[in-house]
């Protein structure tokens, strides 16, 4: 048994297309998206989103370059294939099967990989520059605690400098 809580908590809804982002404007409470694509933005708007938008951003952090680039090799190398393939895949072997070709310098392309926070907000760049005022991100990366140390100590501060100035002063939760 549980309560149910006194406010409903948000629903926040995927897009990876325009029809996608409107229906989030329409029956969402905000709009999440993989790629940052200043169209999605600008359908949720237009169709009367007013709630967040947020923006995953893979980033694979480590001590090193190279041993987040196999981090993520190992975990995430669907990643790179795109939705289109991702969405049509019925299972693990499938996974396993569209992947294998995946090399370590495709996800150096796609993550931001190792320890250098400017490298990571690199990759965080283009989705504030299409409109997105949330940022997920999304590690591949074998240290969690070193990342979110990392993002407290030196990201955190350097992500939200960089967020275009009519969105600083919106709340980040």
């Not at 931001?112 to 940022?135: H, K, M, N, Q, W």
Request: hydrophobic residues 45%; contains cysteine.
């Amino acid at each position: 048994m549980f309560d149910l809580p006194a406010t409903a908590p948000p629903i926040v809804v995927a897009a990876g297309g325009r029809n996608a982002a409107r229906l989030a404007a329409e029956l969402g409470d905000g709009l999440f998206a993989t790629e940052a694509d200043p169209d999605l933005v600008d359908a949720y708007r237009t169709a009367g989103g007013s709630g967040p938008t947020y923006a995953e951003v893979p980033v694979s952090w480590a001590r090193d370059h190279d041993t987040a680039v196999q981090a993520a090799l190992r975990t995430s190398r669907w990643a790179v294939t795109g939705w289109p393939v991702m969405s049509e895949l019925p299972n693990p072997a499938n996974f396993e099967a569209a992947t294998a070709t995946v090399r370590p310098e495709d996800i150096a392309a796609s993550f931001a990989c190792g320890p250098d926070a400017s490298a990571v907000l690199e990759a965080t760049r283009p989705y504030l520059e299409a409109g997105f005022d949330r940022i997920a991100f999304m590690n591949a990366g074998p240290d969690p605690d070193g990342f979110i140390d990392a993002f407290r100590d030196e990201l955190g501060d350097r992500v939200r400098a960089d967020a275009p100035a009519a969105e600083r002063g919106r709340p980040t939760g």
